[in-house]
Nanobody, 122 residues
Framework: QVQLVESGGGLVQAGGSLRLSCAAS????????MAWFRQAPGKEREFVAHWNGGSTYYADSVKGRFAISRDNAKNTVYLQMNSLKPADTAVYYC?????????????????WGQGTQVTVTA
């Protein structure tokens, strides 16, 4: 089993920054490839960013503002979020256990954290 624990969410004004963290424990070799998704109320879970051995991919809506990184020694992945907008308000989830295929598809990941709330005010 893999446990993923997110932290770092909170309330921030538009234009501000937050850094989310996701610590993996358990079968961490399955957490080498990791991703961030988010889900706003009434909307489907959507892809944010993906890290795969140094290659990174981003949703168009966050490209240039968000950055995903990983600390292998700590089995932790980060999401640095800058220039935040009210549209970024959502619960943010980290995911691991990628089974291959299109990285932006939630069902391609086997393990999920509990989520951390990010609220951006105008």
């Amino acid at each position: 089993q893999v446990q993923l624990v997110e932290s770092g969410g909170g309330l921030v004004q538009a234009g501000g920054s937050l850094r989310l963290s996701c610590a993996a424990s358990g079968r961490t070799y399955t957490s080498y490839v990791m991703a961030w998704f988010r889900q706003a109320p009434g909307k489907e879970r959507e892809f944010v960013a993906h890290w795969n051995g140094g290659s990174t991919y981003y949703a168009d809506s966050v490209k240039g503002r968000f950055a995903i990184s990983r600390d292998n020694a700590k089995n932790t992945v980060y999401l640095q979020m800058n220039s935040l907008k009210p549209a970024d308000t959502a619960v943010y989830y980290c995911a691991s256990g990628f089974s291959g295929g299109y990285y932006a598809t939630p069902r391609k990941y086997d393990y999920w954290g509990q989520g951390t709330q990010v609220t951006v005010t105008a």
